[in-house]
Nanobody
Framework: QVHLVESGGGSVQAGGSLRLSCTMS??????MGWFRQAPGKGREGVAT????????DYADSVKGRFTISRDNAKNTVYLQMNSLKPDDTAMYYC????????????????WGQGTQVTVSS
C-alpha cells in the first residue's frame, strides 16, 4: 500500500489560510480525498479529486473556500484552505479513495497519519 504523509497544518486565526500537502510514497494514479475529524465528531469528507485531477467534489461547508489539487509528477495532493473558520478545526487526513464522486470516508483505501488544523476566533 502507498504510504501517505500529510503536512502543512497549524494554528491560524479565523479568516486566514493554510495549505495542506499530502505526499505519497510512490506514483499514485488514483482518486484522492481530504477528510477531517473534530474532537467528539465523526470523520467527514472535505474534498475529493480524480486520479488525473480533472474532477473534484467538495463538502457544502467548504465550497468556495477550499480547493483541492494534485501534482502527480510530485506525488502530492494539496488542500488550499482560505477564509478559515473555527468550525474547520479538526485533524485533517488524506486518503486514497475508490471514487472521487463520493465524499464518504467508507471509500477510503489507505489513510495518512493526519495533520492538525486549529482555527481560533
Amino acid at each position: 500500500q502507498v504510504h501517505l504523509v500529510e503536512s502543512g497544518g497549524g494554528s491560524v486565526q479565523a479568516g486566514g489560510s493554510l495549505r495542506l500537502s499530502c505526499t505519497m510514497s510512490e506514483y499514485t494514479y488514483q482518486a484522492m480525498g481530504w477528510f477531517r475529524q473534530a474532537p467528539g465528531k465523526g470523520r467527514e469528507g472535505v474534498a475529493t479529486i480524480s486520479s488525473g485531477g480533472g474532477g473534484t467534489d467538495y463538502a457544502d461547508s467548504v465550497k468556495g473556500r477550499f480547493t483541492i489539487s494534485r501534482d502527480n509528477a510530485k506525488n502530492t495532493v494539496y488542500l488550499q484552505m482560505n477564509s478559515l473558520k473555527p468550525d474547520d478545526t479538526a485533524m485533517y487526513y488524506c486518503a486514497v479513495i475508490r471514487t472521487y464522486i463520493s465524499l464518504s470516508p467508507d471509500y477510503a483505501i489507505a489513510w495518512g497519519q493526519g495533520t492538525q488544523v486549529t482555527v481560533s476566533s
